[in-house]
Every structure is written in C-alpha cells, then in structure tokens.
C-alpha cells in the first residue's frame, strides 16, 4: 500500500511543477528541481521500500509535500490527504505482519503437537 500511495503522490507532486512556475511565479529552475525531483524521490522510495530507511524516506516527502502548501495553498490540503493515507497505510501494514507472525506461531506451535 506505501509505495502505491508514494507512486500516486508523485503524480500529484510532477503536477505541481506547472502551477508553481504559472500560478506561485516560483522560477523555473527551481519548481522543477522542487516538484520533479519530489516526484522522483517517491518513486525510489516506492522501489526500494524492502529497506526500513525508505519508508523514514517516504515520511520526509509527506513533511515536505505538506511544506509545499507555503508555495501553493491547495498543497496544504494534498499534503494532509497523503499524509493520512501514508500513516494509515505504515499502521495497516503493520498490523498484517503483527497477525502473520501470529499465524505462522500458531500453526508451528500445531505441527509440534502433532
């Protein structure tokens, strides 16, 4: 669910690179390196979320994506949305391994009585 929440982000993060150069007058050179590169690092840290420091990764994009609503309003908004469906996708994951190891314990625990 992270990386298909970050995968989804970054769409929305690429989009913001045009509203910040037409709407925000951030320069060029800047809104890309901002908003393509922010689009860049959810995909890498889509991709490499077998490692514990992306999802420490993925959590600084949702900080900074929320840090984008000073540039461009709406931002505040997405920001929150993802932020949300971030933290609730990390607890969700969290709770199917909590019950698989459960599971896996039970069932080594049935194989030894058997």
Not at 15 to 33: E, R
Not at 84 to 106: D, S
């Amino acid at each position: 669910m992270c990386a298909a929440i970050l995968a989804l982000q970054s769409i929305a993060l690429g989009l913001t690179t045009p509203v910040m150069i037409m709407v925000a007058d951030v320069p060029q050179g800047v809104a890309l390196v901002i908003g393509l590169g922010l689009a860049v690092l959810c995909l890498l840290a889509a991709g490499m979320l077998r490692r514990p420091w992306a999802y420490h990764l993925g959590t600084a994009i949702q900080v900074a994506s929320l840090a984008l609503g000073f540039v461009i309003p709406l931002m505040f908004v997405l920001g929150v949305i993802f932020a949300v469906l971030w933290g609730g996708a990390i607890a969700l994951g969290r709770k199917i391994e909590r019950e698989k190891a459960a599971a896996w314990q039970a069932w080594l625990v049935e194989q030894k009585s058997a």
